[in-house]
């Protein structure tokens, strides 16, 4: 049975079968007896291939035509629908939502033998989930997608029979679809302004402080805190926030430190402020019911921290950041604190220092993956910040990209 499907409708397959209501919250639902035979026959075909990890994970890629503008849709419906006016806004909106004449799919699959249990993903999405026996309420008619699917993998298998497959998707796979590094000097050769505007006023003559003085952690030599009271941490965020000119004038360190902080102090405001020894009983017992340490709050974001590190011969303070859109800040609280003479460190110095001068990489991450927490795209590397290929000056980007090897599924018996 041939089942040619073109992209449009396979987008749409896409979004019903990865809406929330269907699997995003867990929820499975049975396959009628056509779809089930197609499922069935697309892991027979599966299990011919090598998984690519531990976990029993086969993947591919696939590809699909974009059709013509009648696959796309019906031209009288968007017009009565107001989202179009003429035919040829039709087809510019067509080649709008599909700009190439091939569009591509990862696609990745696994089961469990043991107890029938089955996963499949296209385009980073979790489209489908089954196992035996799951729900009631009727079954689902998927026959149609899924006779292409099984189409689709047959062909890379063929390829792949062939001697062809990986060759053919070094060559043909869009770079959007890749996964690989870019230095940020780089970026800022393709894009000039961003240099400015994410160092942001930073002066030359504070970056060359920061990369001659910043450091991560303190030696056993070094001078720290004998001791530390709640007064004194608000008067070290002051110090921060007036080199962030924040508008502190009229509020006192503590006041400061409860507008800009998070909030969830974990009982450092109850403490009396010029004790030392509250503090440190505090320092053992609050923090861990609270966020004390991130004095700007991020929302749902990330957030600048300054922690509290106590050793055997004191207190020290560490500022750190878990988004890069927070350097510029981090670096002027850091100088701020150490030009005070305060002992204060930095988290990831190293990796803060080639941001500032562009050395850093940053994680570029195939289409349809949200850049986000991919650090498991980069094993054995320290990546912050993650991206898509951008849209524009796509290929001069690219090209300075440094790619890694495609990896997918192969046969377990090579002709």
Request: net charge negative; charged share 25%.
């Amino acid at each position: 049975m041939s089942c040619d499907l073109y992209a449009p409708a396979i987008r749409r397959y896409i979004q019903w079968m990865a809406s929330a209501g269907y699997c995003g919250d867990g929820h499975r639902f049975p396959l009628d007896e056509k779809s089930g035979q197609y499922l069935d026959a697309l892991f027979g075909v599966l299990r011919k291939l090598e998984p690519v990890n531990e976990d029993g994970y086969y993947e591919l890629w696939l590809q699909a035509k974009r059709g013509t503008p009648e696959d796309f849709g019906d031209f009288e419906k968007f017009r009565a629908a107001g989202e179009v006016e003429s035919f040829a806004e039709f087809e510019q909106l067509w080649k709008t939502e599909f700009p190439d004449e091939i569009e591509w799919y990862h696609f990745a699959a696994a089961e469990n033998p043991e107890n029938g249990f089955r996963v499949v993903s296209l385009d980073h999405r979790l489209i489908l989930e089954v196992a035996p026996g799951q729900g009631d309420g009727g079954t689902e008619d998927v026959s149609e997608f899924l006779c292409w699917l099984l189409q689709a993998v047959e062909e890379a298998l063929r390829k792949m029979e062939r001697g062809e497959y990986l060759a053919w998707l070094e060559e043909n796979l869009p770079a959007k679809h890749r996964t690989g590094t870019i230095r940020r000097k780089d970026m800022w050769k393709v894009f000039p302004e961003e240099k400015g505007q994410f160092l942001n006023g930073l002066s030359s003559a504070d970056v060359q402080a920061f990369l001659d003085e910043a450091a991560e952690a303190p030696t056993e030599q070094e001078k720290l805190l004998p001791e530390l009271t709640a007064n004194a941490y608000y008067r070290f965020c002051s110090l921060g926030y007036q080199a962030l000119n924040y508008p502190v004038a009229a509020l006192s360190p503590k006041e400061q430190y409860f507008r800009y902080a998070d909030g969830r102090d974990g009982g450092l405001r109850d403490i009396d402020p010029d004790s030392a020894e509250a503090f440190s009983w505090w320092y053992w017992t609050g923090p861990r019911e609270g966020h004390p340490w991130e004095v700007c709050r991020g929302g749902f974001g990330p957030s600048l921290h300054l922690n509290v590190q106590k050793r055997e011969n004191g207190y020290y303070l560490v500022v750190a950041i878990y988004s890069p859109y927070w350097t510029v800040e981090a670096v002027r609280f850091y100088l701020a604190l150490h030009r005070a003479g305060l002992p204060v460190w930095i988290q990831d110095a190293d990796v803060l220092k080639d941001r500032l001068t562009g050395e850093e990489r940053v994680g570029i991450v195939p289409a349809g993956v949200d850049p986000f927490y991919c650090d498991n795209y980069f094993p054995g590397q320290k990546i912050m910040e993650f991206m898509n290929l951008p849209s524009e000056k796509a290929e001069a980007f690219a090209a300075l990209c440094h790619w890694q090897s495609i990896t997918v599924s192969d046969l377990k018996e090579k002709p």
